[in-house]
């Protein structure tokens, strides 16, 4: 059953509960009418997604593609903010017409083309997957700078649902032990909602068991309040709780609490009480030693005794305002404490020294002018980020504990934030929306770039549909992301932060220099049309040939080759080199499969160029290859062969230019080209007799260019 939905905007006031950037140009009905179509949707028994149409222009934000279904991109489809592909199952027929824009993230996926994909110059890959091209091609764009086929850093983040378990009422809040097997978990209490007075019928507090990828349950119990904060002792099975038990400074109840899971036994003991007014929030020093609680208009301390889960407050601090719900953060050091704080005070995030349980004088502050609702200082770093209650907007802050500062760095205006968690190498951070987001996920993963300050989504998770996502927490391996949403339940993802980008069958068309910042892979028969264009390989990032895949460079400047970063994964692969330059940046290993040299090919740069491949490459009819000056080219295959080098014809030249030519004892036998000698040349062997010798062929034509001198180093012969 097909389902059509159309959305007018007027040109002069539009909708006001759209983004702005969900406002996009449709199709003109009158002067002052725009109609634009969203979306058009076709969905099947099996959950494939078909976006656009082959009769009439179709526009929507971004088209997500559900997970293990086969999906389609149709011709008149066009996707504003990109495409994204569920996960490693997900498979995408691309049959449209127009370039996909912004973000291209395949999560592991398959993209087939039937038709040539251009992209916009705006568009990123993010997360690789394979690209089926079907002998079409993908056109980069012209850009004002270079193009990076793969975003360097954000290699996350395709999700994949492992297990679920159920919540009585909706979580506030989620946290992992310290060694990633349980999960704490905090729920409101049925007689109010969040800061709720009054003990409940419902279990509010729950601890998971988390092993083979299967959650289960293994408390559930009754604190008598909505739980506000949970968190575990960074090396200990001791949970700290903080409880909505009633509003001020003081009273008789319970509002923090102390509990031990008893591993061995599964038992779970409370430790310690507290009594008094609501508190918000709960963090651990890093240390273990200290934990500190937020209320109404304080900063609480208490020491911890490890051996009995006691608590004894050492400090109240009064701040000026209410902390925010589970937002205080200790930064790694555990030297300063990071508080989210409601309006009413002069700042709204604050950051406080710490110091034997005590915070000293206020070291940083910024006035917000909104509650502060979230808070988390990155693990590696002295970077904050903060979640703005009121507008929504995702803000990271640099601390400067010297200078007294927090400078704003990177911010973007999201939806509604629920919570915010960085992955322990400090590079991502997912946010979780308490409100279904505008982008259609709820929860995002961005990279977060330390050098140039940018957030760059990573991904986007859109829990199934199950619900508002209201709690979420990284694993402190950062191998897996805990979330609670509305359902009520509690979800746990693997998160998996790297899948290569593997081209098959497919023609690359660049209009622009291209920087291959991660594993790039060709499968099939593949071409680059460089027009002129360069290609900058990283030391780590290298282009990979896989087996019985061939690719060809034309008209391409590579750049950057060194240790093996351009190779074939076996024999059978081979690389096609026409009518392009390859600049070396230090030495560099040709390891297996084979080369055809054609048209005229230039080996430049700084290094040597180990042969080291035990296949026959080949300088084909009318082609030259041409090696520059301070470059070697070291004839060293693997295997007892000295003819690997091969020339088609007389037409089929080695022109060697200021440079060096050298052998193994395998020994190097040229014939049946044309051998041209320019400049200062070395030609050297390691040979330890004439069998083993650099040895020119009688049939080998040999061209000596103006004043060209030749050394001779070592076994080198003319038969």
């Known amino acids: 059953m097909s389902k059509k939905i159309y959305r007018i905007f007027y040109k002069n006031g539009l909708d006001p509960r759209l983004r702005g950037d969900d406002v996009v140009e449709g199709q003109s009905i009158v002067s002052q009418v725009f109609i634009l179509i969203l979306a058009l949707l076709t969905t099947t028994a099996a959950s494939a997604l078909t976006v656009g149409s082959n009769t009439a222009v179709t526009r929507a934000p971004r088209a997500y593609f559900p997970a293990g279904a086969t999906n389609t991109l149709l011709g008149f489809g066009a996707c504003d903010r990109g ?5 490693l199952t997900t498979t995408c027929t691309y049959n449209a017409f127009f370039p996909v824009s912004t973000l291209l993230d395949l999560s592991g996926g398959q993209l087939s083309l039937t038709k040539d994909l251009i992209l916009s110059n705006t568009t990123y890959f993010i997360n690789g997957g394979t690209i089926l091209g079907n002998t079409y091609s993908i056109e980069i764009p012209q850009a004002s700078g270079d193009f990076s086929l793969l975003r360097s850093g954000p290699t996350t983040s395709v999700f994949k649902q492992l297990s679920t378990a ?13 060694n990633n097997t349980y999960i704490a978990g905090g729920v409101v209490s049925s007689p109010g909602g969040l800061l709720g007075i009054g003990a409940g019928s419902n279990n509010e507090l729950y601890v998971f068991y988390f092993s083979n990828n299967t959650l289960t349950t ?10 506000n904060s949970v968190a575990w002792h960074p090396s200990l099975d001791f ?14 109840t319970s509002a923090f609490l102390m509990y031990q899971l008893v591993v061995s036994n599964g038992s779970f003991n409370q430790t310690a009480s507290v009594t008094g007014g609501t508190v918000t929030a709960v963090a651990w020093h890093t240390s273990g ?12 301390t208490y020491s911890f005794n490890s051996s009995t889960g006691a608590v004894t407050q050492v400090q109240s601090k009064a701040v000026g305002a209410a902390v925010q719900l589970d937002a205080l953060s200790f930064s790694p050091s555990g030297s300063y404490l990071a508080a989210g704080l409601a309006t009413g005070g002069t700042n709204q995030l604050v950051v406080y020294p710490f110091s034997a349980g005590s915070l000293g004088t206020i070291n940083a502050g910024v006035a917000v002018g909104s509650n502060v609702t979230a808070v988390a200082y990155s693990p590696t770093g002295s970077f904050i980020a903060t979640a703005n209650g009121n507008a929504g907007d995702l803000v990271i802050y640099l601390h400067n504990a010297g200078a007294g500062t927090l400078t704003q760095v990177a911010a973007l205006v999201l939806p509604s934030i629920a919570a915010l968690s960085w992955n322990t190498t400090g590079k991502y951070l997912s946010v979780a929306y308490s409100g279904n987001a505008a982008s259609g996920s709820d929860v995002v993963i961005f990279y977060f770039d330390q050098i140039n300050y940018q957030l760059i989504e990573a991904s986007g998770l859109l829990d199934n549909g199950n619900g508002n996502v209201t709690a979420g927490r990284f694993s402190h391996d950062g191998n897996h992301l805990a979330l609670g949403d509305a359902v009520p339940q509690a979800l746990v993802y693997s998160v998996d932060y790297d899948y290569p980008l593997l081209f098959n069958n497919t023609n690359l068309l660049l209009n622009t220099n ?4 991660r594993d790039v892979q060709f499968g099939g028969h593949c071409k680059i049309m460089g027009k002129g264009n360069k290609i900058t390989l990283n030391s780590n990032s290298p282009i990979i040939i896989r087996p019985g895949g061939q690719l060809v460079f034309e008209d391409t400047n590579i750049v950057g080759l060194n240790n093996n970063n351009l190779r074939c994964m076996s024999d059978n692969g081979s690389v096609v080199l026409r009518n392009s330059n390859l600049f070396l940046s230090n030495n560099f290993t040709l390891t297996s499969g084979s080369l055809l040299f054609d048209g005229t090919v230039v080996l430049t740069g700084t290094g040597t160029f180990i042969y080291a491949s035990g296949l026959t490459s080949t300088i084909g009819s009318l082609s030259t290859l041409f090696v520059d000056s301070g470059v070697t080219f070291s004839y060293a295959p693997r295997n007892a062969k000295n003819a690997l080098l091969f020339m088609t014809d007389a037409t089929s030249a080695l022109y060697l230019n200021g440079c060096t030519l050298y052998s193994t004892r395998t020994g190097l036998l040229l014939s049946g080209g044309t051998l041209i000698l320019d400049d200062n040349i070395t030609l050297s062997s390691s040979a330890k007799n004439s069998g083993e010798a650099l040895t020119l062929n009688s049939n080998l034509n040999i061209r000596l260019k103006g004043t060209a001198a030749v050394n001779v180093n070592g076994f080198v012969k003319v038969i």
Not at 514 to 517: C, N
């Open 514 to 517: 291209l920087i291959i910042t």
């Open 239 to 252: 949970v700290g709780v903080a409880l909505a038990t009633g509003i001020g400074a003081s009273g008789t």
């Open 166 to 178: 159920a919540f009585s009422l909706a979580p506030t809040v989620v946290d992992w032990n310290w």
């Open 218 to 227: 293994t408390q559930a119990i009754s604190v008598g309040a909505t739980v």
């Open 289 to 300: 030693s200290y934990i500190s609680v937020g209320s109404s208009s304080n900063i609480i």
């Open 83 to 87: 495409v994204v592909l569920g996960d």
